[in-house]
């Protein structure tokens, strides 16, 4: 049992079931975080947790005890909203504190508290001040100041960095890791941002309508996402999805690529395989690249000359678009690449990091070692 366990826990709003059989245990000082798409869930599950929302059926427990029917103010946990939710005339300092002086903590802890806080957030020089006074990202530091004072034995984040422009959101994040990874507290964080949910977490739950797609750490969820929706939504630019038929060959399975319009080559899945048939073939644009970034002396390269169809530079990397399957991929080379629109450049195509979908269910399939 975990240290929070949620047990086929389920929402239903009137006749409509909007989270469906949500079983998630997460150990004491995990990072968990619940990404998806706006509307799959995320905000009504984290408020199950903290007791805003009631749950429907099924079971949520903190260190063993119980969750269900106890009122948000006895669960021992603290939350920070995307909205902050600052009282506009208290100063910062009464804002941090609020929320002990209002459990009855005495004064003097309260003062010892506010000033650990502030110290660990850098923002001793703010602590008179009103919100109103504060930019974004200074309010952001406040309203977290007031979830760390309290102590809690789980801190609960919505979307706590959506206001915040580009550049301070990715400051805050690091901040964010640094936190948790000097007070080690059990943390669940929502995000519609699957880059926020690799770097933060130490297990991801990828949530879509109602449902949990899949539950692991980032590299399972990015290395082998469980199904078509999974593979796509995680990672930026997006996985590329192409049809293959697999057939049996000599030394494993093999398929049929087609190049640009007129060139088809056989990949040889040498020594694994797979029942043969239609299948959705996904392919990271990392992992289709120039061969100066490849690791060519592996072997495990499929090289082939190509069409450059789009050029997109990105400062470290270079998106070029080409054309597979009758379907334009996007592919990621080196920042420094020369290619240009209509040339034909060489590609190098990680065999190692091929991904199998059942296009009818579309979850994932493993390939077999011949032989077993
Ligand atoms: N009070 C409510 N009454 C009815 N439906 C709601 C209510 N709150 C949320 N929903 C619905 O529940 C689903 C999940 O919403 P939410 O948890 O806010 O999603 P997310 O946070 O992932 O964007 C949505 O379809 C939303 O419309
Ligand atoms: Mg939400």
Do not use: W
């Amino acid at each position: 049992m975990g240290f929070l366990n949620i047990k086929n826990a389920t929402k239903a709003y009137g006749d409509v079931e909007v989270l469906h059989n949500i079983d998630i245990s997460v150990e004491e000082g995990e990072f968990l975080v619940l990404v998806g798409p706006s509307g799959c869930g995320k905000s009504t599950l984290l408020n199950m947790i903290a007791g805003l929302e009631e749950i429907s059926s099924g079971e949520i427990s903190i260190k063993g005890k119980t969750m269900n029917g106890v009122h948000p103010s006895k669960r021992n946990i603290a939350m920070v909203f995307q909205s902050y939710a600052l009282y506009p005339n208290m100063s910062v300092a009464k804002n941090i504190t609020f929320g002990l002086e209002m459990h009855n903590v005495e004064k003097s802890v309260c003062k010892a508290a506010l000033a650990d806080v502030a110290k660990l957030l850098q923002i001793e020089p703010l602590l008179d001040r009103r919100p109103g006074q504060l930019s974004g990202g200074q309010r952001q530091r406040v309203a977290m100041g007031r979830a760390l004072v309290r102590n809690p034995d789980v801190f609960l984040f919505d979307e706590p960095l959506s206001n915040l422009d580009a550049k301070l959101r990715v400051d805050m994040r690091t901040e964010i890791k640094r936190l948790h990874e000097k007070l080690k507290t059990t943390m669940v964080y929502v995000t519609h941002d699957q880059i926020e949910a690799m770097t933060l977490s130490t297990r991801i739950a990828v949530m879509f309508e109602g449902y949990v797609q899949q539950l692991g750490t980032p590299k399972q969820i990015y290395d082998t996402p469980s199904n078509l929706y999974v593979a796509t939504f995680m990672g930026s630019p997006s996985m590329n999805l192409l049809p293959v038929d697999v057939m049996d060959g000599a030394d494993g399975s093999q398929f049929e690529l087609r190049i640009g319009d007129q060139v088809t080559k056989t990949v040889q899945l040498n020594g694994q395989r797979l029942p043969a048939g239609r299948y959705t073939l996904g392919l990271r644009p990392e992992h289709i690249t120039d061969p100066e970034s490849a690791d060519l002396e592996s072997g495990k390269y499929l090289m082939i000359e190509s069409v450059v169809e789009v050029v997109e530079p990105a400062g470290a990397d270079t998106f070029v678009t080409t054309k597979l399957q009758d379907i334009a991929v996007n592919t990621r080379m080196r920042g420094d690449i020369e290619v240009a629109t209509g040339e034909v450049t060489e590609f190098a195509l990680d065999l190692r990091r091929l991904h199998f979908f059942d296009p009818k269910t579309e979850l994932r399939v493993e390939l077999e070692a011949v032989g077993s």
